[in-house]
């Protein structure tokens, strides 16, 4: 498994932006697919987006297509996730996760969870 450590959470305004950082402790960061998921208090987890482990290819949950951007730095160890136009219904805590397969990451079957980074969007 590999230890993630998810960062850049805050208190923003609705129409704001953050970027979430999702760090890595592996060194073969790049064998491993990536993905966001968030979990507002009292709603079950739910997916967010998702990284292939080049990094060419992208997925994600309807909800926040054309506003959120996930991408990824091999030389870093990082995945990020750049969130525009906030809404008030993004305010959740947001997980990073890794698994060796895509597909297994983005049913949220990852082996690899960070400790989750708190975002608030207010209105």
């Known amino acids: 498994q590999v230890q993630l450590v998810e960062s850049g959470g805050g208190l923003v305004q609705a129409g704001g932006s953050l970027r979430l950082s999702c760090a890595a402790s592996?060194?073969?960061?790049?064998?491993?697919?990536m993905a966001w998921f968030r979990q507002a208090p009292g709603k079950e987890r739910e997916f967010v987006a998702a990284i292939s482990r080049s990094g060419s290819s992208t997925y994600y949950a309807d909800s926040v297509k054309g506003r959120f951007t996930i991408s990824r730095d091999i030389a870093e160890n990082t995945v990020y996730l750049q969130m525009n136009s906030l809404k008030p219904e993004d305010t959740a805590v947001y997980y990073c996760?890794?698994?060796?397969?895509?597909?297994?990451?983005?049913?949220?079957?990852?082996?690899?969870w960070g400790q989750g980074t708190q975002v608030t969007v207010s209105s």
């Open positions: 592996e060194r073969t960061f790049n064998s491993y697919a």
């Open positions: 996760a890794a698994d060796p397969q895509y597909s297994t990451v983005v049913a949220g079957n990852g082996g690899s």
